[in-house]
Structure formats: C-alpha cells, structure tokens
C-alpha cells in the first residue's frame, strides 16, 4: 500500500534561514504528490503540487522518483511561514489523498 | 466564490449518542471526500462521492459510521454510539472532478466525546 513519511513532527528554524521539509513516499507507480499548509486558524489548503512546477511563496518542491522523496525547500525563512505542512500523494484510479502526519514549523525570529 | 463550508464547527457529545456531521461543498464540484483528523494520526481518508454514489468507503473504520450525498451537494457524515476514540476533527473537501484535482477543504467539524 502507498504511504507518507515526514520524518520530523517538529522544526525551528531561524528567519533568514534556509528550510527543508522533507516527505518520501512508498508507492511503485507514477504519483502525484503535493504539499498542504495549515496556518493558525486556518484551513487546511494547497501550497503546491509537483505537475504544476510552480514556485509558490518562495517554497519549491521536486520529486525525486529515485529516492521517492518530494521535499520542501524555501532559501530564506519568513515568520509567515511558521504553519503546520502536510505532504499528501495521490495516484490514477485511487481519488483520495493519502497524507504524511505532518511537521509543525516555527520560524524563530 | 465560497468556499466548502461544515456544520457545525464544534459537537461536543455523550458516549453513546448519534451525531450528523454536515459537509456543503463547492458549487459545481462533483468530487466530495471525508477525512479525518487525529491528534498525532495525520489526515485520515474515510469515504469519498463522485456525484451521489460513492465509489471508495475503504476508509470508514467501522459499520457505525455512515455517509450520505444527496443532489450532488450537500453531504451528512453520521456517527451512530459514538465512543471516545471518535473524537477528532472531521474535514470534508471536494474537488470540481476526479484524475487528480486540487482538492479545497473545508474548516472541520471538531468532534469530543466525552
């Protein structure tokens, strides 16, 4: 069966500094992946998917089909960017999202 | 336009007791999907609609809880006895089709069973 792994619950980083969330998957196919954020207070919503290779709030990901990671890169910190991060895949013939438990990120000013 | 919205935000209830967990998804959305939300668990899948069938309940943890869509709209979560091990939040997204489409959640149905 497919799965999620986001190795760190937790991560502080330092404003100005660089951020790395990392997501590897298990699935044998050609996958979708994406990463949710929920910031405080809010709802659970989309920062990127791999198919669109768009650079969004400064955060960019690549799938790495070799290592079957989906990172989440971001070269300079911002306090904004302090919110809980979910890595979810999806795969043709299977509609839901399965979702990593998440990593809670804290810029440190 | 607005976005999915859930009813109610907060249901505090005995256990024992049924609850209806209410999910209004996008206009024009045809996909619907349930998910839930445990402390330190993730997002867990639960059931999903395309249209008012639905195709995958490979989630649904037990034979107590139940899902219904009707119109295409609108969908009612139900939790019969609940117990204590139900209490998380409740998320509903939908998706204007299937093949992979951003999925848009709605802000959750905090659920505690006391």
């Known amino acids: 069966a497919q799965r999620v792994t986001q190795p760190e619950k937790l991560l502080s980083v330092f404003k100005g500094a660089p951020v790395e969330l990392k997501c590897n998957y298990s699935?044998?196919?050609?996958?979708?992946l994406f990463w949710y954020v929920q910031y405080s207070r809010q709802r659970l919503q989309l920062l990127l998917r791999?198919?669109s290779r768009e650079s969004i709030k400064g955060f960019t990901a690549d799938l790495n089909k070799g290592e079957t990671s989906f990172h989440l890169k971001k070269p300079f910190a911002q306090e904004e960017d302090s919110a809980m991060y979910y890595c979810?895949?999806?795969?043709?013939?299977?509609?839901?999202?399965?979702f990593g438990t998440g990593t809670r990120l804290t810029i440190i000013p | 336009g607005a976005g999915v919205s859930q009813s109610p935000s907060n249901k505090v209830t005995e256990k024992g007791k049924d609850v209806e967990l209410r999910c209004d998804p996008i206009?024009?959305?045809?996909?619907l999907y349930w998910y839930r939300q445990s402390l330190g668990q993730g997002l867990e899948f639960l059931i999903y609609?395309?249209?008012?069938?639905?195709?995958?309940k490979s989630g649904l943890p037990s034979d107590r809880f139940s899902a219904e869509r009707t119109g295409g709209s609108v969908s009612t979560l139900t939790i019969q006895r609940t117990q204590q091990e139900d209490s998380a939040v409740y998320l509903c997204?939908?998706?204007?089709?299937?093949?992979?489409?951003?999925?848009?959640f709605g802000p959750g149905t905090r659920l505690t069973v006391l």
């Open positions: 997204a939908s998706s204007l089709g299937t093949g992979g489409d951003t999925q848009y």
């Open positions: 699935y044998s196919g050609s996958p979708e």
């Open positions: 791999h198919i």
């Open positions: 979810a895949l999806w795969y043709f013939g299977n509609e839901k999202l399965t």
């Open positions: 206009s024009g959305h045809t996909a």
């Open positions: 609609f395309q249209g008012n069938s639905a195709p995958d």
